[in-house]
């Protein structure tokens, strides 16, 4: 069994019904739990519990402390190649989209980790567009040898992998996978993905269980939110995540929210994800899933990332960019997407500091191949 076939008997859920049952007393009765179950969860997304979202906020503020304490782990992107063959409907890397397209020499790699490991960060999520052609597993491979030598843990998000390619990837320096399904419902997925290998909704899917069975460190799922309805959206995904933390216990599972930004196209999303249901969505995904990280990308404003992090959030993203080679010279590539805080690692590290918090630079060692060199004291600033 998979989480395939979860998505399969979850497929007829009468979400209305359900909100439509919900009642205040239900939801104080879900706030003195010690561990909800699927119901409780979907309950606090409902309409009617985002009139009692203090009160959430407040046991998820409790939930977070008690299993994060004051961290906010910060981490960066850096974008190897926009070359791709998928036709996603909503992103700028769309292979019908007329783009420079281009990828990093071996070198190039070397300047980036360079810049980057100079504002004291030790965790980098290396991205491509997803063309096995231009950006092959041998390529990942030779770039992680180069970025291992300046960073404590690289997490990928490409195109998804077989069993055997994540262990190959495991095995060169690869400690951390992101991959996001987009889109949960996949009646609208085969409409947002005309062509290209992304289509296959259930390879797809099934990606952080083939990556888990390789035994990877820590994996980071989520939704697309705008893509669909963002209710049902995120109760699968955060099922999603409880399947895998239970599947998988001795790896560390995250969830992310990232929501729909302006991008190369004509794409605009369907629905509307307003700054308050983003917030809903954090907060019952926090209380239905106590030990889960939580990650807020640059995508989001300064301001609203700021309030987010008594909320519930315990890793973000700083010094951004989704240009290929944006820390050092983008030249003419355009970002898969706008970023929207354009902070700085060390603006980052100042506002973490002064709302209470201790930004976490490091929280990984891999012994098997020494970790760091230049900047191997680096940890909790």
Same mark, same amino acid.
């Given at each position: @069994?998979?989480?395939?076939?979860?998505?399969?008997?979850?497929?007829?859920?009468?979400?209305?019904?359900?909100?439509?049952?919900?009642?205040?007393?239900?939801?104080?009765?879900?706030?003195?739990?010690?561990?909800?179950?699927?119901?409780?969860?979907?309950?606090?997304?409902?309409?009617?519990?985002?009139?009692?979202?203090?009160?959430?906020?407040?046991?998820?503020?409790? +939930?977070?402390?008690?299993?994060?304490?004051?961290?906010?782990?910060?981490?960066?992107?850096?974008?190897?190649?926009?070359?791709?063959?998928?036709?996603?409907?909503?992103?700028?890397?769309?292979?019908?989209?007329?783009?420079?397209?281009?990828?990093?020499?071996?070198?190039?790699?070397?300047?980036?980790?360079?810049?980057?490991?100079?504002?004291? +960060?030790?965790?980098?999520?290396?991205?491509?567009?997803?063309?096995?052609?231009?950006?092959?597993?041998?390529?990942?491979?030779?770039?992680?040898? *180069?970025?291992?030598?300046?960073?404590?843990?690289?997490?990928?998000?490409?195109?998804?992998?077989?069993?055997?390619?994540?262990?190959?990837?495991?095995?060169?320096?690869?400690?951390?996978?992101?991959?996001?399904?987009?889109?949960?419902?996949?009646?609208?997925?085969?409409?947002?993905?005309?062509?290209?290998?992304?289509?296959?909704?259930?390879?797809?899917?099934?990606?952080?269980?083939?990556?888990?069975? =390789?035994?990877?460190? =820590?994996?980071?799922?989520?939704?697309?939110?705008?893509?669909?309805?963002?209710?049902?959206? *995120?109760?699968? =995904?955060?099922?999603?995540?409880?399947?895998?933390?239970?599947?998988?216990?001795?790896?560390?599972?995250?969830?992310?929210?990232?929501? @729909?930004?302006? $991008?190369?196209?004509?794409?605009?999303?369907?629905?509307?994800?307003?700054?308050?249901?983003?917030?809903?969505?954090?907060?019952?995904?926090?209380?239905? @899933?106590?030990?889960?990280?939580?990650?807020?990308?640059?995508?989001?404003?300064?301001?609203?990332?700021?309030?987010?992090?008594?909320?519930? *959030?315990?890793? @973000?993203?700083?010094?951004?960019?989704?240009?290929?080679?944006?820390?050092?010279?983008?030249?003419?590539?355009?970002?898969?997407?706008?970023?929207?805080?354009?902070?700085?690692?060390?603006?980052?590290? $100042?506002?973490?500091?002064?709302?209470?918090?201790?930004?976490?630079?490091?929280?990984?060692?891999?012994?098997?191949?020494?970790?760091?060199?230049?900047?191997?004291? *680096?940890?909790?600033?």
């Amino acid at each position: @069994m998979t989480f395939y076939d979860e998505i399969l008997r979850l497929k007829d859920t009468d979400y209305s019904a359900v909100f439509e049952r919900v009642t205040p007393s239900q939801i104080d009765s879900i706030l003195a739990k010690t561990e909800l179950q699927p119901l409780d969860f979907l309950a606090l997304l409902s309409p009617k519990a985002s009139f009692a979202l203090e009160q959430i906020a407040q046991s998820a503020h409790r +939930l977070t402390l008690q299993h994060f304490g004051h961290t906010i782990l910060l981490y960066t992107p850096l974008y190897l190649s926009n070359y791709c063959v998928n036709q996603c409907l909503y992103c700028g890397f769309n292979a019908t989209n007329d783009i420079h397209r281009r990828k990093l020499t071996l070198p190039e790699v070397e300047l980036e980790a360079k810049a980057i490991a100079q504002t004291g +960060l030790q965790h980098l999520l290396i991205l491509t567009g997803e063309s096995r052609q231009h950006s092959p597993v041998s390529y990942i491979k030779e770039c992680v040898s *180069v970025l291992r030598k300046y960073f404590s843990s690289i997490s990928i998000e490409i195109y998804p992998l077989s069993t055997e390619e994540y262990a190959e990837l495991i095995d060169a320096g690869v400690d951390g996978l992101t991959i996001y399904q987009e889109v949960y419902d996949e009646r609208i997925y085969d409409q947002l993905h005309p062509k290209g290998p992304k289509r296959d909704y259930r390879f797809r899917l099934e990606a952080p269980e083939r990556a888990g069975q =390789a035994r990877i460190r =820590a994996i980071n799922i989520g939704a697309l939110l705008g893509l669909g309805e963002w209710r049902s959206e *995120v109760f699968l =995904a955060g099922m999603h995540l409880a399947y895998l933390q239970q599947k998988f216990p001795e790896i560390e599972i995250s969830i992310s929210f990232p929501r @729909m930004r302006p $991008q190369l196209g004509d794409y605009r999303p369907e629905f509307h994800v307003s700054d308050r249901d983003l917030v809903q969505s954090i907060l019952a995904c926090r209380l239905f @899933m106590p030990r889960a990280g939580i990650t807020i990308s640059t995508r989001e404003s300064a301001e609203l990332r700021d309030n987010l992090i008594r909320l519930g *959030v315990t890793k @973000m993203s700083a010094g951004s960019s989704t240009s290929i080679g944006g820390h050092t010279d983008a030249k003419d590539s355009i970002g898969q997407f706008e970023i929207s805080d354009k902070r700085s690692v060390d603006e980052m590290r $100042q506002t973490i500091a002064k709302l209470g918090y201790k930004p976490v630079l490091k929280d990984w060692h891999d012994l098997s191949w020494g970790g760091t060199k230049e900047n191997e004291t *680096v940890s909790i600033s």
